[in-house]
């Protein structure tokens, strides 16, 4: 079966460690195309989507959170950019890792911060990013729709790939926020183990089930933090 997935960091091919993605396994067994990129925004994806999903016996759609700003196409130089931003925190992150003074991406930080702090509004991002994901369910057939996060608000699911790599984070004795103080190593956010399962979830999903998420379903190893998470000097 040929099948195209779109999203973000919970699908993309973005290897940290070298096990297997989810998506890696699902080409096992399929004709696959990854069209997922680390960072992006909710429009990049559907964009693809719309673009080149009529190739595709099936889609499979990883909706991203709300309110990411991505940097336009005749801006866009992929050796220097994040394809989008999604906040201060990020943008802070990405100052930190300047290997020097360059002005270039400090005018594009700088032209972010301030659209975040000024211009910025949830609600304007919620309504666009709801039209958005259901725009695609209504014009894309064979389409699978996949939360990333809590905030994803995909019709009739509420519980994410978030709440997987949450749990995992809770197994090590850690929070979503103390994490941050490791540098992560999980392909799409999860262990080894979760994306095969969730490798096996996606493969039901493609063959009529309902897409639900059970946390329960998946697995948090405490002995396998230092596989994972390396802390940080």
């Known amino acids: 079966m040929k099948i195209a997935v779109f999203g973000d960091s919970y699908s993309a091919s973005s290897y940290m460690n070298p096990s297997p993605t989810w998506v890696d396994l699902l080409a096992e067994k399929h004709d696959v195309q990854n069209f997922s990129l680390s ?70 930080y700088n032209a972010a911060k301030e659209y975040f702090m000024y211009l910025q509004d949830d609600k304007y991002d919620s309504y666009i990013h709801n039209v958005m994901v259901r725009d695609a369910i209504k014009k894309v057939l064979n389409l699978i729709v996949i939360p990333a996060f809590p905030n994803s608000d995909v019709p009739g699911i509420t519980t994410s790939m978030h709440h997987i790599y949450i749990k995992e984070c809770e197994g090590w004795g850690e929070t979503e926020h103390t994490a941050k103080e490791y540098r992560d190593i999980r392909n799409c956010h999860m262990t080894a183990e979760n994306n095969a399962i969730f490798a ?23 002995d396998n933090k230092s596989d994972y998470l390396e802390k940080l000097l």
């Open 200 to 222: 096996e979830k996606v493969e039901q999903w493609i063959s009529g089930s309902p897409v639900y998420i059970n946390v329960d379903d998946f697995v948090s190893n405490p």
């Open 39 to 108: 960072g992006s925004s909710l429009y990049f994806s559907v964009s693809l989507l719309l673009k080149h999903g009529w190739n595709f016996e099936k889609n499979i759609l990883v909706v991203t959170q709300p309110g990411r700003i991505m940097i336009p196409d005749e801006h866009y130089v992929p050796e220097l950019h994040q394809r989008a931003i999604a906040g201060i925190r990020t943008i802070d992150h990405l100052e930190k890792n300047l290997t020097e003074n360059n002005n270039f991406l400090q005018r594009y």
